[in-house]
């Protein structure tokens, strides 16, 4: 166990530290030409310490007046509209300070987060990166595509010194018998040449998927060849 939390990768393992920000002092054409210079669609917005404060993206950039790009609501709108509604829209399309457009409401994560962490708080707040901060400074940015890398790193590489076929098939086997979703017919395991053959019936085609990739994923298995059927609904209810 403690051999597999030194292997549990974390942000501060697959993080950008080279990290595109915005001084929370710069003006919206300051942040708008950093963003389109740096070819990132988002960057934090931090103070003079590095504390995040904020994020500001294009969406928050593009509704401007000097564009006339500024949201044009109906006369009901207008009409249910209030007073302080009316003053937010005015100051994200006029207003000239990054503070006064950015988004308030940023999604950090330590950089001791693991990546179950780190995905979790993607899809919860359904964001695209995550700022990653130490002792409340800014340290580095999580993106989806830093978690794809993180994946390519894991790739398992050609083993060494491959299993012969007898333990292959033992270690096939033995993987099998740990699962929740094992057939409850008998399932046939023939190795030949680290290629691995599997037979006999299941319970549908997601059960037959989960043993064609288990087998996959035993060290040593050059290929699996699924032969496993369905099982007919009738003999499955005992008829």
């Known amino acids: 166990m403690e051999h597999q939390k030194e292997l549990e990768m974390r942000a501060k393992d697959i993080m950008t530290e080279s990290i595109v920000c915005v001084n929370v002092k710069e003006t919206v054409f300051d942040a708008a030409e950093l963003l389109l210079g740096s070819g990132v669609s988002a960057a934090p917005v931090v103070n003079d310490q590095g504390n995040v404060l904020g994020i500001v993206s294009e969406a928050d950039l593009i509704h401007r007046a000097e564009i006339e790009t500024a949201p044009r609501k109906s006369w009901l709108q207008r009409l249910l509209g209030s007073e302080a509604t009316a003053a937010r829209d005015f100051v994200s399309t006029h207003a000239r300070k990054v503070a006064d457009v950015m988004t308030r409401e940023v999604v950090t994560a330590s950089d001791e987060a693991t990546l179950g962490e780190l995905v979790e708080l993607i899809e919860k707040h359904r964001v ?6 130490r ?3 800014l340290v580095g940015i999580v993106s989806r595509a ?3 890398g993180a ?5 398992p590489e050609g083993a060494v010194g491959l299993p012969d076929d007898k333990r292959l098939r033992e270690a096939v ?3 099998f018998d740990k699962q929740a979703w094992k057939s409850r017919w008998p399932v046939n395991v023939v190795v030949s040449d680290g290629v691995v053959h599997l037979w006999g019936f299941v319970e549908g085609e997601e059960v037959r998927k989960a043993y064609r990739v288990a087998a996959e994923n035993v060290a040593g298995v050059k290929r699996v060849k699924s ?8 003999v499955g209810m005992g008829v």
């Open 135 to 137: 002792d409340n400074k």
């Open 146 to 148: 830093n978690l794809l």
């Open 128 to 133: 695209k990166r995550i700022p990653i901060v």
């Open 227 to 234: 032969h496993l059927r369905s099982m007919p609904a009738a």
């Open 151 to 155: 994946l390519l790193s894991r790739e």
């Open 173 to 175: 086997v033995e993987v």
